[in-house]
Nanobody, 125 residues
């Protein structure tokens, strides 16, 4: 089992940058495919980005391509989401998630086994 704790959320102006972190407990972080999801008020939780166990494969939602970068540091048991050129529509609670599935990261929400508590990102216009 793995416990996930997000940090780094906050208020940022449109066009600015923010970096989210997700710290994982346990000694098996490197065996999990990791992902970032987000949920805006009144909307369903949606996939943002995923990264394979080694970090060699990444997948992005169309809304994140070219602006967000997912990465991981297995030595530090930490996953990151660098958010650049943010937009008001990026406002949401951002969740990190861990999946026992290996290979190319999946965007399917139900493929992820463990979730953090979320961190709020608010982008002002």
């Amino acid at each position: 089992q793995v416990q996930l704790v997000e940090s780094g959320g906050g208020l940022v102006q449109a066009g600015g940058s923010l970096r989210l972190s997700c710290a994982a407990s346990g000694r098996t972080f490197s065996s999990y495919t990791m992902g970032w999801f987000r949920q805006a008020p009144g909307k369903e939780r949606e996939f943002v980005a995923g990264i394979s166990t080694s970090g060699g494969s990444t997948v992005y939602a169309d809304s994140a391509k070219g602006r967000f970068t997912i990465s991981r540091d297995n030595a530090k048991n930490t996953e990151y989401l660098q958010m650049n050129r943010v937009k008001p529509e990026d406002t949401a609670v951002y969740y990190c998630a861990a999946s026992r599935r290996v290979g190319v990261p999946t965007s399917r929400l139900n493929a992820y086994d463990y979730w953090g508590q979320g961190t709020q990102v608010t982008v002002s216009s």
